[in-house]
T-cell receptor, first 118, second 114 residues
Framework: GAVVSQHPSWVICKSGTSVKIECRSLDFQATTMFWYRQFPKQSLMLMAT?????????EQGVEKDKFLINHASLTLSTLTVTSAHPEDSSFYIC??????????????FGEGSRLTVL | AQSVAQPEDQVNVAEGNPLTVKCTYSVSGNPYLFWYVQYPNRGLQFLLK??????LVKGSYGFEAEFNKSQTSFHLKKPSALVSDSALYFCAVSVNQAGTALIFGKGTTLSVSS
């Protein structure tokens, strides 16, 4: 099946620094990628929809200046957590839809990136 | 708006017994329904999906789910549970629109005892 890779899988940073998380579709092209956030023992909350070549669409309550999303190519989307604070510590998961199979509705998920802000 | 409900936070079953993890959904239009499983500190693994066709869908690891339009349900089932099935299970819904994300239920923790 289709593979989505996330990097890094785990990152620890100091409060006030910025962290970039990459999401790559390895064997398919994705015009649209999605970023989710998951708190411990909770569900995945959609943060934003990343569109190749255009601005991301953010869900209500998600600060776009805090969570910068760039989708520069059909295989790469990045999420940058700017000026991170401990409350930003979470598990971030990206997903992508194979544009060649968009009608199936299925999303492929990365392994997730755990961010810990000290 | 789309929504998914998983009414049980936790389901406990003994190994070898059948298991059911419940899911109901609300969506405008025809739903695409999915089940995913998550192990600790890992991403999501796809189990099965319903797009159209037979209401009974068979998926990975012996799991199956039945789409019931009148009850707007998509319960996950397995005839005989294994200890290794213990994990967090998510039901998700989408619609047939390009660029539409999956909306997830809150998740149900399945615990299978030996």
């Amino acid at each position: 099946g289709a593979v989505v890779s996330q990097h890094p899988s785990w990152v620890i940073c100091k409060s006030g620094t910025s962290v970039k998380i990459e999401c790559r579709s390895l064997d398919f092209q994705a015009t649209t990628m999605f970023w989710y956030r998951q708190f411990p023992k909770q569900s995945l909350m959609l943060m934003a929809t990343s569109n190749e070549g255009s601005k991301a669409t953010y869900e209500q309550g998600v600060e776009k200046d805090k969570f910068l999303i760039n989708h520069a190519s059909l295989t790469l989307s990045t999420l940058t957590v700017t000026s991170a604070h401990p409350e930003d510590s979470s598990f971030y998961i990206c997903s992508a839809r194979d544009q060649g199979k968009a009608g199936t509705g299925e999303l492929f998920f990365g392994e997730g990136s755990r961010l810990t802000v000290l | 708006a789309q929504s998914v409900a998983q009414p049980e936070d936790q389901v406990n079953v003994a190994e070898g017994n059948p298991l059911t993890v419940k899911c109901t959904y609300s969506v405008s239009g025809n739903p695409y329904l999915f089940w995913y499983v998550q192990y600790p500190n890992r991403g999501l693994q796809f189990l099965l999906k319903y797009i159209t066709g037979d209401n009974l869908v068979k998926g990975s690891y012996g799991f199956e789910a039945e789409f019931n339009k009148s009850q707007t349900s998509f319960h996950l089932k397995k005839p005989s549970a294994l200890v290794s099935d213990s994990a967090l299970y998510f039901c998700a819904v989408s619609v047939n629109q390009a660029g539409t994300a999956l909306i997830f239920g809150k998740g149900t923790t399945l615990s299978v005892s030996s």
